[in-house]
T-cell receptor, first 113, second 115 residues
């Protein structure tokens, strides 16, 4: 089955800095890679996703890159704000797996004002 | 914007008791899921449901678990004889899984505490 590794487990940055979270996956059939943000005690919410037919996707301060050859993908947050503080989960899924995501262990991002 | 809803928000039960967690998926969605998140750990897939039957399940989803769609709106997870290690946040999710949309929408979760 799919295995997703996520690093770092915690990330502490100053407001305005950039943050990068990296994930690797094992199943070359995976073709959909969502990122979820989970604030304390709340539901995971999709913030951005990327499919295997593109290498990069951007939405305002958030971007995701995908390297299919190396089987890794990354989340980039620029100009971080305190409200970006949360746990971020990457995931990988494929049509062969009915798009059931395998999640990484999460990264706790702390943005200091 | 439509949302997945779950009840109750918090359930406390004694070990060995049965619990039923309830979910109302987004109305035009066809695929339904249950996930579990033990405190401080990652989200883990339990089961997916489509066309009134289980389509996939994980190793966690053993004989003590069952799912049901008793009517056109509710989707339930039953845990027959709860154990201490069942204490976790349980998330329901739904998706329409059209070719262009793979997003799963999560509910707010039910925190299950087994004492």
């Amino acid at each position: 089955g799919e295995n997703v590794e996520q690093h770092p487990s915690t990330l502490s940055v100053q407001e305005g800095d950039s943050a990068v979270i990296k994930c690797t996956y094992s199943d070359s059939a995976s073709n959909y890679f969502p990122w979820y943000k989970q604030e304390l005690g709340k539901r995971p919410q999709l913030i951005i996703d990327i499919r295997s037919n593109v290498g990069e996707k951007k939405d305002q301060r958030i971007a995701v890159t995908l390297n299919k050859t190396a089987k890794h993908f990354s989340l980039h947050i620029t100009e971080t704000q305190p409200e970006d503080s949360a746990v971020y989960f990457c995931a990988a899924s494929s049509s062969g797996g009915s798009y059931i995501p395998t999640f990484g262990r999460g990264t706790s991002l702390i943005v200091h004002p | 914007e439509p949302e997945v809803t779950q009840t109750p928000s918090h359930q406390v039960t004694q070990m060995g008791q049965e619990v039923i967690l309830r979910c109302v998926p987004i109305s035009n969605h066809l695929y339904f899921y249950w996930y579990r998140q033990i405190l401080g750990q990652k989200v883990e897939f339990l089961v997916s449901f489509y066309n009134n039957e289980i389509s996939e399940k994980s190793e966690i989803f053993d004989d003590q678990f069952s799912v049901e769609r008793p009517d056109g709106s509710n989707f339930t997870l039953k845990i027959r004889s709860t154990k201490l290690e069942d204490s976790a946040m349980y998330f329901c999710a739904s998706s329409d899984q059209k070719a262009s949309s793979y997003e799963q929408y999560f509910g707010p979760g039910t925190r299950l505490t087994v004492t």
